[in-house]
């Protein structure tokens, strides 16, 4: 366990990855337009409720869901060969990292444990792998392993039990207002993320205190900058 030195008010900082930490620009739109699908189309398949929800909740494999995303997509268009073509274009990218969101993390975590909670499929660990998150985490929460998903407050739960903190102590950040607001529910502090500027704000007093320390030390990302898609 961390032993913050400074007068923080959570004993532990509980984060989404998609739309916070990881940062998609325009690799889904991009596959759609060049294997000539309807805008919206790939996105419609792979995000339908009943198509994702056994995906992030590990009924089925990361696998098994982009091959049914490939068959309802092939269904509608009449072709497998350019739903085949389009699921592996969007399926070949990670995503990349927001750098500046990674160093308050990176920054904070010398402090307090850092905990990944996420909505996603099998996929997640390969991908934090790729694109150098796993190192600078003390736990990850993936859904698709615990079978539950945000907003159910036994994801936030199961957080806070990993790194054996008071959910009150704990502080969830998240893009989702729902989302937080079901941790917030709980007992959770609760940051909706905005921008890396959100974020520091929550950090407080902290965050200068933390940039500070972290200026003038060696690089501690471990990774150089993702690839973009």
Not at 42 to 57: G, Q, S, V
Not at 102 to 113: E, G, I, N, Y
Not at 139 to 165: C, H, L, W
Not at 198 to 221: F, I, M, Q, Y
Request: with cysteine; proline share 6%.
């Amino acid at each position: 366990m961390h032993q913050s030195t400074l007068d923080l008010t959570f004993d532990a900082l509980l984060c989404d990855l998609d739309g916070v930490l990881r940062i998609w620009d325009a690799e889904l739109t991009d596959a759609e337009a060049a294997n000539g699908l309807p805008a919206g189309a790939l996105a419609a398949a792979a995000f339908a409720p009943d198509r994702l929800l056994p995906a992030i909740t590990g009924q089925v494999s990361d696998e098994q869901w982009r091959a049914a995303v490939v068959g309802d997509l092939a269904e509608r268009l009449g072709s497998r060969t350019r739903a085949q073509a389009a699921v592996d274009g969007w399926s070949a990218h990670v995503g990349r990292v927001d750098q500046e969101v990674l160093d308050l993390l990176v920054a904070v975590r010398t402090h307090v444990p850092v905990v990944l909670v996420s909505n996603a499929t099998t996929r997640l660990e390969r991908d934090l792998d790729a694109l150098g998150i796993a190192p600078h985490l003390d736990a990850v929460v993936n859904t698709s392993r615990i079978g539950v998903v945000k907003p159910d407050p036994r994801v936030f739960q199961y957080a806070a039990t990993v790194v054996g903190e008071d959910p009150a102590r704990c502080l969830f950040v998240d893009d989702q207002p729902g989302n937080v607001e079901a941790a917030q529910a709980l007992g959770m502090q609760g940051l909706t993320y905005t921008g890396p500027d959100s974020l520091r704000a929550a950090l407080g007093h902290a965050a200068h205190v933390l940039s500070d320390d972290a200026a003038g030390e060696p690089d501690l990302t471990g990774a150089a900058p993702p690839p973009r898609g």
